[in-house]
């Protein structure tokens, strides 16, 4: 089993920039990899960034790419999501998520194996 649980979200403004956290427990985090997904009000979960376990590889979301960065300290069973240059369609419930097997499904939800319960993060424009 793993447990995961995010951390960092909130109300913030169009344009600043937020930090999430997901922290690890259950099993050897350094062998996930780990992704980030959300979901908007109305709206299906989508792949949003994800890292290989030793974070040799990452994937972004077009939406987010250059805005956004994933990383992850293996040491302290953490992952995390560096938000910059948010808009409000950023809104939603953010979810870290850890699958078991090796690169290369990183952005298919269905992939991963187990997930948090989620961080709200607003934007107001």
């Known amino acids: 089993q793993v447990q995961l649980v995010e951390s960092g979200g909130g109300l913030v403004q169009a344009g600043d920039s937020l930090r999430l956290s997901c922290a690890a427990s259950g099993r050897t985090f350094s062998t996930f990899v780990m992704g980030w997904f959300r979901q908007a009000p109305g709206k299906v979960r989508e792949f949003v960034a994800a890292?290989?376990?030793?974070?040799?590889?990452?994937s972004y979301a077009d939406s987010v790419k250059g805005r956004f960065t994933i990383s992850r300290d293996n040491a302290k069973n953490t992952l995390y999501l560096q938000m910059s240059s948010l808009k409000p369609e950023d809104t939603a419930v953010y979810y870290c998520?850890?699958?078991?097997?090796?690169?290369?499904?990183?952005?298919?939800?269905?992939?991963?194996?187990?997930w948090g319960q989620g961080t709200q993060v607003t934007v107001s424009s």
């Open positions: 998520a850890a699958d078991l097997a090796i690169w290369g499904r990183q952005n298919v939800e269905e992939a991963y194996d187990y």
């Open positions: 890292v290989s376990s030793s974070a040799g590889y990452t």
